[in-house]
């Protein structure tokens, strides 16, 4: 019944997801593409209502609004609800998953001896001096989603009105016919 209604909530969706993921394309956040290619939205409408949700890999959430380090911020993580605490694990995170290591050999970083050659295979210790950093640094916020969400938020209640308004003329209009 709510065909206008879907359409434009659709189209609201798939906006903030191309605006997002071209986002984490331009701000270099883009490495692996698994957070690229998990943004999705689920849009549930029934006679009497709708839902929407947008989706993502978890760890989506921290790249968009950023977390907080134990001892430096970055001046648009003054909002976020995350911060790494003193006692975060963080370093046994990279110890069990290599995460940073991976990341670092990915990217091609290597250490250097005192004669200023690349030294082979550190990547573990590599790994271990950028959780280090992440945790006294924190994570500075991308709003790689939050700002495609927001601007398109701006117009969609009479969008939605609109299209509602749409869906109320076609259903006079199928009443009004004798079709009911």
Do not use: C
């Given at each position: 019944m709510?065909k206008?209604v879907k359409?434009?909530?659709?189209?609201?969706?798939k906006y903030?997801?191309?605006?997002s993921?071209?986002?984490l394309?331009?701000?270099?956040k883009?490495?692996?593409k698994?957070?690229?290619?998990?943004?999705?939205?689920n849009l549930?409408?029934?006679?009497n209502?709708?839902g929407l949700?947008?989706?993502m890999?978890?760890?989506g959430l921290f790249?968009?609004?950023?977390v907080?380090?134990?001892?430096?911020?970055?001046?648009?993580?003054?909002n976020t609800?995350?911060?790494?605490?003193?006692?975060?694990?963080?370093m046994?995170?990279?110890?069990?998953?290599g995460?940073?290591a991976?990341?670092a050999?990915?990217?091609n970083?290597?250490?250097?001896?005192?004669?200023?050659?690349?030294k082979?295979?550190?990547?573990?210790?590599?790994g271990f001096?950028?959780?280090?950093?992440?945790?006294?640094?924190?994570?500075?916020a991308s709003l790689?989603f939050t700002?495609?969400?927001?601007?398109?938020f701006?117009?969609l209640?009479?969008?939605?009105?609109?299209?509602?308004r749409?869906d109320?003329e076609?259903?006079?209009?199928?009443?009004?016919?004798?079709n009911n």
């Amino acid at each position: 019944m709510l065909k206008n209604v879907k359409d434009e909530l659709n189209r609201f969706s798939k906006y903030v997801i191309s605006q997002s993921r071209a986002n984490l394309t331009r701000g270099k956040k883009n490495g692996s593409k698994e957070l690229y290619n998990s943004l999705d939205y689920n849009l549930n409408v029934s006679p009497n209502s709708f839902g929407l949700s947008f989706l993502m890999e978890e760890y989506g959430l921290f790249q968009d609004q950023g977390v907080k380090g134990t001892k430096s911020n970055y001046i648009e993580n003054k909002n976020t609800p995350f911060s790494y605490k003193q006692s975060s694990k963080i370093m046994g995170f990279e110890y069990h998953t290599g995460t940073f290591a991976k990341w670092a050999k990915s990217k091609n970083i290597r250490l250097r001896d005192k004669k200023g050659r690349f030294k082979k295979g550190n990547y573990k210790s590599i790994g271990f001096v950028i959780a280090r950093s992440v945790k006294e640094k924190g994570v500075k916020a991308s709003l790689f989603f939050t700002k495609p969400f927001e601007k398109a938020f701006k117009n969609l209640d009479k969008d939605i009105i609109e299209a509602y308004r749409l869906d109320v003329e076609e259903l006079l209009k199928f009443t009004t016919n004798g079709n009911n």
